[in-house]
Each structure stands twice: as structure tokens, then as C-alpha cells.
């Protein structure tokens, strides 16, 4: 089956402990991208990823780091969590970037910063 | 820059009314416009697109225009049920923007009661 896998579902963290939350597509896609969804605000795009090491800044990229050492897997990296990244947390992949064919989304990633 | 503007929810229908859920935009490029739906607890799933201007997305007994002299892409079924009770974003990827992302609206809950 075609799906974009996150992990964990859910995890609950304490500030400042460092913690990488997977996406694993196997689409063959060479887009990826990591959201945030937050209430009053929608879907807010942390990264983004065109190929193989290539990774740029979305719109709210601060404190987190992603890479992209192959294809399939575009981890998304928090070295010192705080309580303001506590979001729903969306990993998505494209065939050929979302214009024109959007993006397939993962199951999404509930995190709470204490 | 690139934006959406949906109605604020939420909306409650009753099984079998009729559904509107209005989208405006504003984009730089031209650009390709998504519905997705959230059910609870679950990612984002794409329900329809249209890619250009005229076109009709559809999909599941939804349907939405692509309309580039009103900028609009408004969301319509004609007879809703309880099981399209869920979250409705609308969004676009525009082709004049350099990040490879979805702008979303911020979303609409949508109950169906009985």
C-alpha cells in the first residue's frame, strides 16, 4: 500500500531533550515536506526536501533540523524541544513537487513539550 | 504572498442537506487548488483538484470549481451524510512560488447530524 509512515503517534517529552520523529514514504517520491497544524493557525510548513540532500526552510523552520540521506526517509529533528513546539506534526511527499498533485500525507505525529 | 481564505466553521447540517464551504485565494503564480479532508485523528486526505482555471474537481459526491475571475474554489455536495462529518481544508500550490509548499486555509469543521 502506497503511504507516507510516521513515528511515534504520540509522545509526550520534557523541554531541552532532544528527540527525531521518522517519516519513511514508499512512493518513490522525491519531494518531501514536514507541517505543523496548530489550532487558529491550519498547516504551517516547517521543511522541505526536493531530492536526496536537498533540504530548504519552510515558513516556521525555528528549532528544528531535518536531512534527507535517502530517498524514502526525511526525519524531522528537535535538539532542545520547548512547550511552544507542542503541535500535530504532518510528514507529506509528492511525485514532482504539490503543484498540480498535491501531497500525500502521514498519519500525523501528536507532540507535547512539559 | 500566497493565501486562502475559507469560511470559519463550524458548520452543523442535518443528513442530506446541502453543503457549501466557501475558498478564496490570493496567489502570485498560477496556481493548482487541493480540498483535503481531516477525519478525527486521522492525516490529511486529498479529496479533490483542479489545476486550471474552469476545471471541476470531483470526487465522492463533492465538487468544486475552479473559478480565476472570482479567485474562488468553494466546496459543494448536495445531499451530505454523518460520515462527512470531518475537518475541510482548502489550499493551492502556486506555480510562481520557490518552496515547493500547500498554503492552507485554516480549516473547516463540518458536524452531519441524523
Known amino acids: 500500500e502506497a503511504q507516507v509512515t510516521q513515528n511515534p503517534r504520540y509522545l509526550i517529552t520534557v523541554t531541552g531533550k532532544k528527540l527525531t520523529v521518522t517519516c519513511s514514504q514508499n512512493?518513490?517520491?522525491?519531494?518531501m515536506s514536514w507541517y505543523r497544524q496548530d489550532p487558529g493557525l491550519g498547516l504551517r510548513q516547517i521543511y522541505y526536501?526536493?531530492?536526496?540532500?536537498?533540504?530548504d526552510k519552510g515558513d516556521v523552520p525555528e528549532g528544528y533540523k531535518v536531512s534527507r540521506k535517502e530517498k524514502r526517509n526525511f526525519p524531522l529533528i528537535l535538539e532542545s524541544p520547548s512547550p511552544n513546539q507542542t503541535s500535530l506534526y504532518f510528514c507529506?511527499?509528492?511525485?514532482?513537487?504539490?503543484?498540480?498533485?498535491?501531497?500525500?500525507f502521514g498519519s500525523g505525529t501528536r507532540l507535547t513539550v512539559v | 504572498g500566497d493565501s486562502v481564505t475559507q469560511m470559519e466553521g463550524p458548520v452543523t447540517l442535518s443528513e442530506e442537506a446541502f453543503l457549501t464551504i466557501n475558498c478564496t485565494y490570493t496567489?502570485?503564480?498560477?496556481?493548482?487548488l487541493f480540498w483535503y479532508v481531516q477525519y478525527p485523528g486521522e492525516g490529511l486526505q486529498l479529496l479533490l483538484k483542479a489545476t486550471k482555471a474552469d476545471d471541476k474537481g470531483s470526487n465522492k459526491g463533492f465538487e468544486a470549481t475552479y473559478r480565476k475571475e472570482t479567485t474562488s474554489f468553494h466546496l459543494e455536495k448536495g445531499s451530505v451524510q454523518v460520515s462527512d462529518s470531518a475537518v475541510y481544508f482548502c489550499a493551492l500550490s502556486d506555480s510562481g512560488g520557490s518552496n515547493y509548499k500547500l498554503t492552507f486555509g485554516k480549516g473547516t469543521l463540518l458536524t452531519v447530524n441524523p
Open positions: 496567489a502570485t503564480g498560477y496556481p493548482s
Open positions: 507529506a511527499s509528492s511525485p514532482q513537487g504539490p503543484v498540480g498533485n498535491g501531497y500525500t
Open positions: 526536501s526536493m531530492n536526496v540532500e536537498v533540504t
Open positions: 512512493m518513490n517520491h522525491e519531494y
